[in-house]
């Protein structure tokens, strides 16, 4: 029998969701400070993100498009001035 040693599956994973939730809601206070990077989110929302290098392809796909009910679940309720870049994108989606 063979026994393995290492880092617990909550070791690894609690890190994980703290990361991510940390750079989330830094992307998303820095949409509602700054002007300039909420038009770069807009436009180009990939190059906007590229230096959250932390963020999973998931939560970048999640900000890009604005969906805030999936953000929502892996930060919690947001407050409106962190919610205003979520709805705004979701105003410009096009049908």
């Given amino acids: 029998m063979v026994t393995l040693t290492g880092p617990s599956i909550t070791e690894i994973t609690i890190p994980r969701i703290t990361k991510g939730k940390n ?7 820095r949409a509602a400070e700054e002007a300039d990077f909420q038009t770069r989110m807009a436009e180009d929302p990939s190059e906007a993100l590229a230096e959250y290098y932390t963020l999973t392809p998931e939560e970048k796909a ?34």
């Fill in 62 to 95: 999640a900000l890009a498009s604005g969906d805030i009910r999936k953000i929502q679940s892996w930060v919690g309720k947001l407050d409106p001035r962190l919610a205003s870049w979520l709805w705004a994108r979701l105003g410009q989606e096009k049908w």
């Fill in 23 to 29: 750079a989330i809601l830094s992307v998303l206070e």
